[in-house]
C-alpha cells in the first residue's frame, strides 16, 4: 500500500513510520519541519519513504502529496491547548482549514484515518464518554479538531480516531503531554507540583497509537464512516495516580497544590467497547511506559523543554 502521513516527522509520525515501512508500505510524508525533522534521519536509507517539505496550507503541495496514494493518514495539526492558545489563528488554519484542503484534493477513494482526540469532549463529569456523547469542547484546541472531526465525517472514506491522552518514548519527544512531563520534572528537577489532583483522564502509549492506524488500514471496511474512542479502560488514572507510580519508581519531592486550572477540563471516563469489539487493545501500560521514559530522561538533555510549544 502507497500512504501519505501528514505532519509524519512528529511525535506519533515518527513512531508510524517505522512500523508501516517494517511491514512493506511505501510512506509518503508531508511536513514543514516547523519542529524539524531529526526523527525522519533513520528512514531516509528505505526507498519505499519519500519525504516531501510543504504545509497543509499550501494547495499546490498537498495536491502533490495526495496524488497516487491508497490512503492518507492525517496527523498534522497545532497540538494540544498551550501551543493552540499561543497560536489561535495558526490553530484554525492548520486544524481546520489544512484539513479542510485535504479532504478537498485528495480522490474520494483515498481512505482518511484521521486523528482526532478525547478533548472533543470537553468536561464530562459523572458520565463515560462513547461516541456517541455530545461533544463540548472548551479550548481552541479542542473546538478546532472538533470542527475538522465533522467535516470529514460528512464526506466518504473516512475513520476518525479521538485518542486517549499521548505518552511515552518517541524519536520527536514530547514534554508537554501529561505522563511526559510529570516524569520529565521528576527526573530532572526532582520536583514536581499538580493541581486538580483529581481529575481523571484515559491514557494511551504512543506505539498503540501507532498500532491503532496500522488496525485501521487493515480493517478500513468494516471500519469506514465512523468515529472511535482509541484508548483503554484500565488506563484511566488520576493525576495523583500518576504521580504515585512514578514516585514508586523514582524518588523526588511531590507537592498538591490548591490553585491551578487545566483550561480543557479534562476529568472523566471513556469507553473503548466499539474498537475493542472490532478486534483493537492496547498493550503498554502506564507503569511500563513510566519506566521506560525514566530511563530515556537518563540521556535526554532538554533545558526548555517547552521550546517549541
Known sequence: MKLLITGGAGYVGSVLILRLLSAGHHVRVLDNLMFGGHALLPFFSDARFEFMKGSILDENAV??????????VHLAAIVGYPACKKHEQLAHDVNV?????????????????????????????????????????????GTTKTQAELHLLASPNTIC?????????????????????????????????IYEKSFKRTFIHVIDMARSFMFALENAERMIG???????????????????????RFEFYLHFADVGKDEDQRNYEVSYEKINRLGYTTTI?????????????????????????
Open 63 to 72: 495536491r502533490q502529496a495526495v496524488n497516487g496514494v491508497d490512503a492518507i
Open 285 to 309: 501500560s502506564v507503569e511500563d511506559g513510566i519506566e521506560e521514559l525514566i530511563k530515556a530522561y537518563q540521556v535526554i538533555d532538554v533545558k526548555n523543554p517547552y521550546a517549541n510549544v
Open 97 to 141: 482549514i489544512g484539513t479542510k484542503i485535504i479532504e478537498k484534493n485528495r480522490d474520494r477513494n483515498q481512505l482518511i484515518v484521521y486523528a482526532s482526540t478525547g478533548s472533543n469532549y470537553g468536561a464530562v463529569v459523572g458520565q463515560v464518554c462513547a461516541e456517541t456523547t455530545p461533544l463540548n469542547p472548551l479550548t481552541i484546541y
Open 161 to 193: 480516531y479521538r485518542f486517549a491522552t499521548a505518552f511515552g518514548v518517541s524519536p520527536r519527544m514530547r514534554l508537554d503531554l501529561l505522563i511526559n512531563d510529570f516524569v520529565y520534572q521528576a527526573v530532572k528537577t526532582r520536583n514536581l507540583i
Open 226 to 248: 465512523e468515529v472511535y474512542n482509541v484508548g483503554s479502560e484500565r488506563m484511566n488514572y488520576s493525576k495523583e495516580d500518576i504521580a504515585n507510580v512514578v514516585r514508586e
